[in-house]
């Protein structure tokens, strides 16, 4: 079993800037991909941005340039730093891991919201 808990989250003003965290826990896994999605109320969950284990970062078009992913592939961990944050931005942010040999896992979400 594969634990992932999430961090971060809260209240900020339009314009500024939150950094998520996801700490993966377990025993004998080895993370390929983490990411995270977001779902906003009434809305159907969203890609955010996802990395590999290579680094390689994909994200959705519509948040290029202001949300950054990152890994710490030794504390198991992805990070979403989230910059000029807009209202529309605010939604349950969840991190998930797909993993060698052992499926896919994810948080149990965290909440952001952006106020204007």
């Known amino acids: 079993q594969v634990q992932l808990v999430e961090s971060g989250g809260g209240l900020v003003l339009a314009g500024g800037s939150l950094r998520l965290s996801c700490a993966a826990s377990g025993s004998g896994f080895r993370a390929i991909t983490m990411g995270w999605y977001r779902q906003a109320p009434g809305k159907q969950r969203e890609l955010v941005a996802t990395i590999a284990s290579g680094g390689s970062a994909n994200y959705a078009d519509s948040l290029k340039g202001r949300f950054t992913i990152s890994r710490d592939d030794v504390k198991n961990t992805v990070y979403l730093e989230m910059n000029s944050l807009k209202p529309e931005d605010t939604a349950v942010y969840y991190c998930?891991?797909?993993?060698?040999?052992?499926?896919?896992?994810w948080g149990q979400g965290t909440q952001v919201t952006v106020s204007s």
């Open positions: 998930y891991t797909i993993t060698q040999l052992r499926g896919t896992y």
